[in-house]
């Protein structure tokens, strides 16, 4: 059982850049998967990308910010990153980290626990 905590939200132009952290207190080992997800209002929640706590594993992202965003960790697995370049307006919603497992996807589902969100807004 992790607790998560995000951070590093804000307001910026189209084409800026923000880069979100997630911090985990308590054994990111238990999960296997880390996933940033982002739910803009009226809209439902989404999976944006995710990264395996342990080294070899690879990452997931939606076709949505492939290029464009990076997700990464430090040696041990905790904080998790979350790089996000040449935003657009349709990037703007609250994002969320999220610890689960086994499988490091980007279905809800598969996640136990989540932190509270930071909010990302991107103007035109």
């Known amino acids: 059982q992790v607790q998560l905590l995000e951070s590093g939200g804000g307001s910026v132009q189209t084409g800026g850049s923000l880069r979100l952290s997630c911090s985990a207190s308590?054994?990111?080992?238990?999960?296997?998967?880390v996933g940033w997800f982002r739910q803009a209002p009226g809209k439902e929640r989404e999976g944006v990308a995710a990264?395996?706590?342990?080294?070899?594993?690879?990452?997931t992202y939606a076709d949505s910010v492939k290029g464009r965003f990076t997700i990464s960790r430090d040696n041990a697995g905790n904080p998790v990153y979350l790089q996000m370049n040449s935003l657009k307006p349709e990037d703007s919603a609250m994002y969320y980290c999220?610890?689960?497992?086994?499988?490091?996807?980007?279905?809800?589902?598969?996640?136990?626990?989540w932190g509270q969100g930071t909010q990302v807004t991107v103007s035109s």
């Open positions: 999220a610890a689960g497992g086994p499988y490091c996807t980007l279905y809800r589902d598969y996640y136990n626990f």
């Open positions: 308590g054994n990111i080992y238990s999960y296997s998967c």
């Open positions: 990264i395996y706590t342990r080294a070899g594993g690879g990452t």
